[in-house]
């Protein structure tokens, strides 16, 4: 059964979703949401049109149309309207799924540009040592973004690391790694 705010158009022939954000709560009564952003492009939550929308484990996203959205300075986050999402009770209802755009809509980069979606799962190499440190798991955004690198020595612990072109002058995406020059106590992990 299709909720109100599900269209019955087809998804496009992708099985590869950009996650572009995440909605976090409603915004006043009238169905609007705060989206928190995963993607650089404000165009995105801006721009009306076709976005996907996935909640909980469902195996396929949805289609929903954005309607409007603006960005809520000092907050960091944006608020959208989505067709059929008409109440508080409707938005409170997509608390935490994600809104995704397919794989295929991914806008080109400038060089030395990366999407976070090809960073993530890179191997993390020391350029001093050459040793294999570990893998990116995430980014964050934090006045400079910051790669989440889960170590492989000691087992499961994790770094920050400034994506700062003196700290990681190398990135081959076609070799999956990327290099670091880290300074004294950057690869330290406190106890």
């Given at each position: 059964?299709m909720?109100e705010w599900?269209?019955?158009?087809?998804?496009?022939?992708?099985?590869?979703w950009l996650?572009?954000?995440?909605i976090v709560?409603p915004?006043?009564?009238?169905?609007?949401l705060?989206?928190?952003?995963t993607?650089?492009f404000?165009e995105?939550?801006e721009?009306?049109?076709?976005r996907?929308l996935?909640?909980?484990?469902?195996?396929?996203?949805?289609?929903?149309e954005?309607?409007?959205?603006r960005?809520?300075r000092?907050k960091?986050?944006?608020?959208v309207?989505?067709?059929?999402i008409?109440n508080?009770?409707?938005?409170?209802?997509?608390?935490?799924?994600?809104l995704?755009v397919?794989e295929?809509d991914?806008?080109?980069?400038s060089?030395?540009?990366?999407h976070?979606?090809?960073?993530?799962?890179l191997e993390v190499?020391?350029q001093?040592?050459?040793?294999t440190i570990?893998v990116?798991?995430?980014?964050?955004?934090?006045?400079?973004d910051?790669?989440e690198v889960?170590l492989?020595?000691?087992p499961?612990?994790?770094?920050?690391?400034?994506?700062?072109?003196?700290?990681?002058p190398?990135i081959?995406?076609e070799?999956?790694?990327l290099e670091i020059?880290?300074?004294?106590?950057?690869?330290?992990?406190?106890q």
């Amino acid at each position: 059964m299709m909720n109100e705010w599900q269209s019955k158009s087809p998804t496009p022939n992708s099985d590869k979703w950009l996650e572009i954000g995440t909605i976090v709560a409603p915004q006043g009564l009238e169905g609007e949401l705060r989206v928190y952003p995963t993607t650089d492009f404000p165009e995105r939550f801006e721009q009306p049109g076709v976005r996907w929308l996935r909640c909980g484990n469902a195996a396929e996203p949805q289609v929903v149309e954005l309607l409007q959205g603006r960005y809520l300075r000092g907050k960091g986050l944006y608020v959208v309207k989505l067709a059929g999402i008409d109440n508080r009770n409707q938005a409170e209802a997509l608390r935490q799924c994600k809104l995704l755009v397919p794989e295929s809509d991914r806008p080109t980069l400038s060089e030395q540009e990366y999407h976070v979606s090809d960073l993530i799962g890179l191997e993390v190499v020391n350029q001093t040592t050459a040793e294999t440190i570990g893998v990116v798991v995430n980014l964050f955004s934090a006045g400079n973004d910051l790669l989440e690198v889960k170590l492989h020595q000691p087992p499961s612990e994790k770094v920050l690391i400034p994506f700062v072109k003196a700290i990681v002058p190398v990135i081959n995406l076609e070799a999956g790694c990327l290099e670091i020059v880290p300074p004294p106590g950057l690869l330290e992990v406190n106890q």
